[in-house]
Every structure is written in structure tokens, then in C-alpha cells.
């Protein structure tokens, strides 16, 4: 069963800066079988990224994703209050098919 | 704009079966367009797992750690897909979603339901 290593655990940045999440996993991943999601309290996730690095549909250009194999980035360019909230990575085609980071939570310094 | 919105009992004895429903409005038909309709569930304060999909024409893939108790059906002509667990417990208790994959390699889930707290408890 593949893992995938979300860190840190928590990231404590000011608005404005940049902030860079690492996602790993245990095994190489299929090409373009990453995704990062937001999830805000109480709401659920919302997808920004799939395929490694291609934006979903609405998602502000502050956001990209990068990586292959099993080392993915995801960075916000500069960090706007709205974007305090908890991010996951996911991959596709391993077992079990679908599986999630267990997250990074960005928080206000 | 398709919509999901799952429904269900918010509170599910231990050993009793649990079964929610996820309606889909706006959109087409469910079973057209290639989609995959899953449910993913979310432990209190914890990360996301992926329970299972069911796929437009009806087949299933289900997680392997929960493939014994979980049953995903789908009823087109009312928008809705369904999950059965089985001899639920504690361990069961979680925010439960409903989300799409809207499969032409997107391989990531771009519309979630809301999602309905289920507490397992006697």
C-alpha cells in the first residue's frame, strides 16, 4: 500500500510570504497522478491542483504544483488570508486507488 | 453546475448498517459523461480515505480495507448514488463525503458534497 508523507505538519507563515509543502511518497507515482486539495474548517476539500501541476478550474495563479516520481511540491506564490487552511496531497493507481496525505496545516505567525 | 448533497441517519447504532445517499443535481444524466462517484470519509480531526466508487455504467472499485463491509449502488433515473456499511463501529464515526471524479484522466476529485457527520453510538 503506498503512503504518501505530507510535511511539515504545520507551516507558520505571515500573509504575503511563500510558502512551499512537500508531499512524498512510499513509491514512484504514475505520471500526472497527484493532486493537492484545501480544505477551510467545516467545509470540504477543494481541488487545486491535478495531474502534478495543472490548475484546476478557478484556482488563483498564486498556486502551483511540480514534481514527479515520488517528491511533489506544492507552492503559494504569497499568501493571501484565505489561504490559512489545511492542504492534502492524493494519489491515483496504487492501492488502495485513491489515498490522501494526512496533511499540512498552514496557520497565521 | 452539478451539485452534490448527501443525506442520511446522524447517528448509527454499533453492529447496525449504515446507508447514505448522495444526490446529484444540475448536470446531465449520471451515467453519461464517464464519471466516477465516490465517497470519501474524514475522521474527526484526522486525514481523508477513500471508501469506494461506483462508475456511470454500474462496476465498482471498492478500498480494499473496507471491500467486506461496503456496498455502492447507483440509482440514475433519481440522481442519486448509495453507500451501505455494514456492522458499523466506533471506528466508523467520521464526516462522510460524496465526490467526483469526472474521469478523462483527471484522476482527482473536482466536486464534493458538504458532507454528513455519521456518530456510530449506542
Known amino acids: 500500500e503506498i503512503v504518501l508523507t505530507q510535511s511539515p505538519g504545520t507551516l507558520s507563515l505571515s500573509p504575503g510570504e511563500r510558502a512551499t509543502l512537500s508531499c512524498r511518497a512510499s513509491q514512484s507515482l504514475r505520471s500526472g497522478s497527484l493532486a493537492w486539495y484545501q480544505q477551510k474548517p467545516g467545509q470540504a476539500p477543494r481541488l487545486l491542483i491535478y495531474?502534478?501541476?495543472s490548475r484546476a478550474t478557478g484556482v488563483p495563479d498564486r498556486f502551483s504544483g511540480s514534481g514527479s516520481g515520488t517528491d511533489f511540491t506544492l507552492t503559494i506564490g504569497r499568501l493571501e488570508p484565505e489561504d490559512f487552511a489545511v492542504y492534502f496531497c492524493q494519489q491515483y493507481g496504487t492501492s488502495p486507488l485513491y489515498s490522501f496525505g494526512q496533511g499540512t496545516k498552514v496557520e497565521i505567525k | 453546475q452539478v451539485q452534490l448533497q448527501e443525506s442520511g441517519p446522524g447517528v448509527v447504532k454499533p453492529s447496525e448498517t449504515l446507508t447514505l445517499t448522495c444526490n446529484v443535481s444540475?448536470?446531465?444524466?449520471?451515467?453519461?459523461?464517464?464519471?466516477?462517484w465516490s465517497w470519501i470519509r474524514q475522521h474527526p480531526g484526522k486525514g481523508l480515505e477513500w471508501i469506494g466508487y461506483i462508475y456511470y455504467s454500474g462496476s465498482t472499485y471498492l478500498n480494499p480495507s473496507l471491500k467486506s463491509r461496503v456496498t455502492i449502488s447507483l440509482d440514475a433515473p433519481n440522481k442519486q448514488f448509495s453507500l451501505r456499511v455494514t456492522s458499523v463501529t466506533a471506528a466508523d464515526t467520521a464526516v462522510y463525503y460524496c465526490?467526483?471524479?469526472?474521469?478523462?484522466?483527471?484522476?482527482?476529485?473536482?466536486?464534493w458534497g458538504h458532507g454528513t457527520m455519521v456518530t456510530v453510538s449506542s
Open positions: 495531474g502534478a501541476s
Open positions: 465526490a467526483r471524479d469526472s474521469g478523462l484522466g483527471l484522476k482527482a476529485f473536482d466536486i
Open positions: 444540475g448536470g446531465g444524466s449520471i451515467i453519461s459523461g464517464g464519471f466516477y
